[in-house]
């Protein structure tokens, strides 16, 4: 792991613990099993839903970007503001809010999950199976 990786550890320490894995040429940072940060290139970018996203662009910080087939794809991740490296309080709230924005989008893939569950369910409950002669 990078020493940036090991800085924004010891930066979010008061938040609780904070591991990282590798994956895709950079790492994702979690908090209580969850995904709420990633960083590429000694960048740091924090998981954005509807939410929390305005927070940002009132900023003017960009998504994370990479390119795919000749395409710009962006994620629903943005930079982090510079400010925070500076005021660990500050570094916590962004945090914080990355990581409500992961179990909020973790809860909804749940209960889509769960909606497809009960349908198939459904489904099958009143289907009749085919008998060989049909």
């Not at 320490?13 to 979690?30: D, E």
């Not at 749940?110 to 049909?134: G, H, M, N, T």
């Amino acid at each position: 792991m990078s020493e940036f990786i090991s800085f924004v550890q010891e930066l979010l320490q008061k938040w609780g613990q904070i591991t990282a894995r590798r994956m895709f040429g950079g790492h994702g940072l979690y908090h209580e099993g969850l995904m709420f940060a990633i960083v590429m290139d000694q960048r740091l970018y924090l998981k954005t839903d509807e939410l929390n996203r305005p927070d940002f662009e009132a900023m003017g910080l960009k998504p994370f970007t990479f390119t795919m087939k000749g395409k710009d794809v962006a994620l629903s991740y943005c930079a982090a503001p510079d400010e925070i490296f500076d005021e660990p309080l500050e570094a916590v709230r962004w945090a914080q809010s990355a990581w409500d924005a992961a179990l909020r989008g973790h809860l909804s893939k749940e209960q889509a999950r769960e909606k497809s569950r009960k349908r198939a369910l459904e489904r099958a409950r009143y289907s009749k199976p085919l008998s060989k002669d049909e």
